[in-house]
C-alpha cells in the first residue's frame, strides 16, 4: 500500500442501486414510527421523568450549601440529603424503564427495515441485482443494517437522553436566575458554527466512505470467488493491487472524518472553558450585589458543569448518527425502488396456459442485442425445445418468459395478460424456472421444500417427492428431516437438481421452464433426472433448453437459435430432414453420445 493516500474528495460516490435523499429518508423514518407513536408517547413521559430527577440534585446541593451558611439545623440537611438519594434511586430505575422502552421500538423499527430492504431486494428483477453487483448489497444488509443497529442499541438512547437534559438544564438555569442562561447562551454560537461546519463537511465524506466500502467489498468478493481462475491465469498481483486501490480509497475517507471528529472537539472544549468561566463571573457578580444566594450561584455553575457531558455526548452521537444516517438512506434507497405489484391472485391456475413473445428484443448493455426481436407462439399444453450454441440467447429467452428480467422492447403475454402487469404472486404461480443453478438453503430437507410452498404438510411433500421419482431422499440417514446445507449432509449437483424438480411439483405451474436442469447429472443419474425432468413438463406448457439433445426428441417443436434470434423451427423429423442447423447438432451429439 502506498505512503500517500488519494484525495477522497476526487473519488466519486458510484452506487449501482439507488440512494434515498434526506427527504425521502425522514418520510420514510415517520412511516416506521407511526405505528408506534403511543410507545414513543410513553417513552418520551419517562425520558422526561428521568432527566428530571437527575436534574434536581444540582437544585438539592445549592440547597445544601444555603442551608449551610445560613446555619440551618441538622435535620434539614437530612432531608436534602434524602430527596436527592431518592431522586437518584428514581433517576436510575425510570432510565433503566426508559432505556428499554426506546431501544424496544427503535429495534422494532429496524426489523421492519431489514425485512422491507430484503422484500424490495426479491422484488427486483436479477439482472438488477446483478448488475449493481453482491459487494453493494451485501454493504447493505450486514454493514449499513449493524451501522444503524449500533445507533439504535448505544447511541440513540444516549442521544435523546442528552438532548432532554441540555434542554430541561437550560429551563433550570433560567429559573434560578436569567442572566445565568444569557452567560451560557453566550458561548452557544462556538457550538453552532462547529456542528454546522462539521456537518457540512462530514456528511458527504460518509456517503463517499459507504460507496468505498461497498467497492472495496465487491473487488474482495470477486477476487476470493474466482480465485481459482485469478490463480490459473497468474492475475494474482493484478488483483491484490485493485484491492489495495479500493482498500486506499476507503482508507481516505476514514482519515478524513477522523480529522473532522479532532478539529469538532477541540472547538467545544473550548467552549466549554469560556462558559465555565462565563458562569463563575456572573456568579460572582450576582452574589457580591445580592441578586442570589450562594447555594443558587452553586447550583448554577454545577448546571452548566452537569451541561458538559450531554452536550459532548450529543454532539459527539452526531458523529455516529451522520454515519447511520448514510447507512439509513442506502437502506431506504433499496425499499423505495419499484417492484412488482404483489397482489395475491384472486383464483390459482391449474390447467395449462399459453404463452405468447411478440417481436421481443433486448439487450444487458443497451446496444448489442441478446435477443433480437423474437417472436412465439406456444400454445397451452405445448412442450417446446429451445436448442443452440452457448451464447445464443436461451437462457435470456427462458429469464424473460419467466419475468426474471424486464422486457426490453415488444411484449410477453401469459394466458393473455401482459407479463409486467402479473403480480408477484400470480407470476410465480403461473410460471416456474427451474435452472442449471440450484441452491440448496440450510435446515432440513422438508424445510428447504416448504420454503416454495409453505402450506404443505408432510404428505404433500412426500407426494411430491414420490412423483419426481426421488426416493433416494427417503434413504438419507433421516429422510426428508435429514439437515443440508452449510454443516449438513452434502447433496451432489444432481441430487440437488432433483430436490429443484420436486420444488416444481409442489408449486405445480401451469408453464414450466426447464433451462439445462439436468446439465449436472453424471452418467448415473442422467436416466433419473431426465425421467424427473419428463414428469416435470407432462401435462404442462413447457419451455426445455436443452442441453441434451434426447430431450429435444421428444418436444412438440424445436426452436433452434442463434446469435439471439430463431434461425429454425420444426419438429425433430422436420428439422432433420432440412439438413440445417439442428442436423448438424444432431449429428454431433450422436457421435459424442
Given amino acids: 500500500m502506498t505512503d500517500t493516500l488519494p484525495d477522497a474528495s476526487a473519488v466519486p460516490v458510484v452506487s449501482a442501486l439507488p440512494i434515498a435523499s434526506t427527504k425521502q429518508t425522514v418520510r420514510a423514518l415517520i412511516a416506521l414510527l407511526r405505528p408506534r407513536k403511543r410507545a414513543l408517547a410513553l417513552t418520551t413521559v419517562v425520558l422526561l421523568s428521568a432527566t428530571a430527577c437527575g436534574l434536581s440534585t444540582p437544585a438539592l446541593l445549592g440547597l445544601m450549601v444555603d442551608a449551610v451558611t445560613e446555619g440551618k439545623p441538622f435535620a434539614s440537611l437530612l432531608r436534602i440529603t434524602a430527596f436527592m438519594l431518592g431522586a437518584a434511586a428514581a433517576g436510575v430505575a425510570l432510565t433503566w424503564w426508559s432505556t428499554q422502552l426506546l431501544a424496544n421500538v427503535a429495534q422494532n423499527v429496524l426489523a421492519d427495515l431489514r425485512e422491507d430492504v430484503f422484500a424490495a431486494t426479491l422484488a427486483q428483477p436479477s439482472s438488477l441485482v446483478e448488475d449493481a453487483g453482491t459487494g453493494d448489497l451485501i454493504s447493505r444488509v450486514s454493514g449499513d443494517v449493524e451501522a444503524v443497529n449500533t445507533v439504535i442499541a448505544r447511541v440513540l438512547p444516549a442521544t435523546v437522553s442528552a438532548l432532554f437534559m441540555i434542554s430541561l438544564t437550560l429551563v433550570g438555569v433560567g429559573v434560578i436566575d436569567w442572566r445565568f442562561t444569557v452567560a451560557i447562551v453566550a458561548v452557544a454560537p462556538i457550538h453552532y458554527f462547529a456542528l454546522r461546519h462539521f456537518l457540512r463537511r462530514s456528511g458527504p465524506v460518509y456517503r463517499r466512505s459507504r460507496a468505498a466500502q461497498a467497492r472495496r467489498g465487491q473487488q474482495l468478493i470477486e477476487t476470493l470467488g474466482g480465485a481459482g481462475t485469478v490463480t490459473a491465469l497468474r492475475r494474482t498481483d493484478e488483483h491484490i493491487g485493485r ?351
Fill in 243 to 593: 484491492i489495495a486501490e479500493t482498500s486506499e480509497h476507503a482508507i481516505s475517507f476514514d482519515m478524513q472524518a477522523v480529522r473532522l471528529r479532532t478539529n469538532f472537539f477541540a472547538q467545544l472544549n473550548g467552549a466549554e472553558l469560556l462558559g465555565l468561566a462565563a458562569v463563575l463571573s456572573v456568579g460572582y457578580w450576582l452574589v457580591t450585589t445580592g441578586s442570589v444566594s450562594i447555594g443558587a450561584a452553586t447550583a448554577a455553575a454545577l448546571y452548566f458543569h452537569s451541561l458538559f457531558s450531554p452536550i459532548a455526548v450529543f454532539l459527539s452521537n452526531i458523529d455516529e448518527l451522520q454515519d447511520a444516517g448514510a447507512s439509513l438512506a442506502r437502506l431506504i434507497g433499496v425499499t423505495a425502488m419499484p417492484g412488482r405489484p404483489t397482489s395475491i391472485p384472486a383464483s390459482a391456475r391449474s390447467e395449462p396456459i399459453g404463452v405468447e413473445v411478440d417481436r421481443v428484443s433486448y439487450s444487458y448493455d443497451n446496444s448489442t442485442p441478446v435477443i433480437d426481436s423474437i417472436s412465439i407462439s406456444i400454445a397451452p399444453g405445448e412442450r417446446i425445445a429451445v436448442v443452440g450454441s452457448s451464447g445464443a440467447g436461451k437462457t435470456t429467452l427462458a429469464k424473460l418468459i419467466a419475468g426474471i428480467i424486464p422486457v426490453g422492447d415488444g411484449r410477453i403475454t401469459v394466458d393473455g395478460t401482459l407479463i409486467d402487469d402479473l403480480s408477484d404472486a400470480e407470476l410465480r404461480h403461473d410460471v416456474v424456472l427451474v435452472s442449471q443453478e440450484v441452491h440448496v438453503f440450510v435446515g432440513t430437507i422438508a424445510d428447504d421444500l416448504r420454503l416454495c410452498a409453505p402450506d404443505s404438510d408432510d404428505a404433500k411433500i412426500a407426494e411430491a417427492v414420490d412423483t419426481m421419482k426421488a426416493q433416494w431422499i427417503h434413504e438419507l440417514p433421516d429422510g426428508l428431516e435429514t439437515r443440508v446445507g452449510a454443516g449438513g449432509y452434502q447433496l451432489t449437483a444432481a441430487q440437488a437438481q432433483h430436490i429443484a424438480l420436486v420444488r416444481l411439483a409442489l408449486l405445480d405451474p401451469p408453464v414450466v421452464i426447464l433451462d439445462e436442469a439436468t446439465a449436472e447429472a453424471g452418467t448415473t443419474a442422467a436416466g433419473l433426472l431426465d425421467q424427473a425432468a419428463e414428469l416435470a413438463v407432462t401435462g404442462r406448457t413447457a419451455v426445455v433448453i436443452a442441453h441434451r439433445l434426447s430431450q429435444a426428441v421428444r418436444a412438440d417443436r424445436i426452436l433452434v437459435m442463434s446469435g439471439g434470434r430463431v434461425v429454425e423451427s420444426g419438429t425433430h423429423d422436420e428439422l432433420i430432414g432440412a439438413d440445417g442447423s439442428y442436423a448438424a447438432l444432431w449429428e454431433a451429439w450422436s457421435v459424442r453420445s
